[in-house]
């Protein structure tokens, strides 16, 4: 009886580990039939629609209207969170209606958001005019910072720098 109180247990922090960054009550709430791809196309369209979205920040400021937040859209993975991968659909801005601290919801920060297309905001990107859909923030989940790989040119374990000095062998 221990054994499989013990395995409950188990199974049950396991299954709390891999909880999903955003609630179950607004993910039955989220269009899944819709894509990034065709908001971009024309956010007009999708108006009113719940989309859940995967990014990095690439910028956030605080405005009469609350915090808006420019965001560079990624794949995500099982749990939300956005892939390390060089791919997007492009970019788009999340307004949340309230006061988020942009110190915090900050530049290179991987995040999730939930929430109702508004439609869309033509901005200067460089020297264009960049059409971003906007969102409306329900959600909003911030994904810890990863820790950053070493890459050794060689294994540390067994390098030695003096290896290769000729004086250092006696023959």
Not at 50 to 65: A, C, F, P, Q, Y
Not at 93 to 108: E, K, W
Not at 159 to 168: I, K, Q, R, T, V
Request: aromatic fraction near 14%; proline fraction near 6%.
């Amino acid at each position: 009886m221990r054994r499989i109180y013990c395995l409950l247990v188990f199974l049950l922090l396991i299954s709390l580990g891999c909880a999903p960054a955003i609630s179950k009550q607004l993910r039955r709430e989220v269009s899944r039939n819709i894509t990034f791809k065709e908001v971009i196309k024309d956010p007009e369209i999708y108006k009113g629609k719940v989309v859940l979205l995967s990014g990095v920040i690439l910028g956030s400021k605080n405005t009469k209207e609350g915090t808006l937040i420019e965001m560079l859209q990624k794949p995500a993975d099982i749990e939300g969170r956005p892939k390390a991968v060089d791919e997007s659909d492009g970019r788009f801005l999340a307004l949340y209606d309230g006061y988020l601290d942009v110190a915090i919801y900050s530049r290179g920060r991987e995040a999730v958001v939930a929430g109702e297309v508004r439609g869309k905001r033509i901005l200067p990107l460089g020297e264009i005019d960049y059409t971003y859909p906007l969102i409306s923030i329900k959600e909003i989940h911030l994904f810890k910072v990863r820790k950053e790989e070493r890459i050794y040119p060689y294994p540390h374990w067994w390098y030695s720098p003096w290896w290769h000095y000729p004086y250092w062998y006696p023959w």
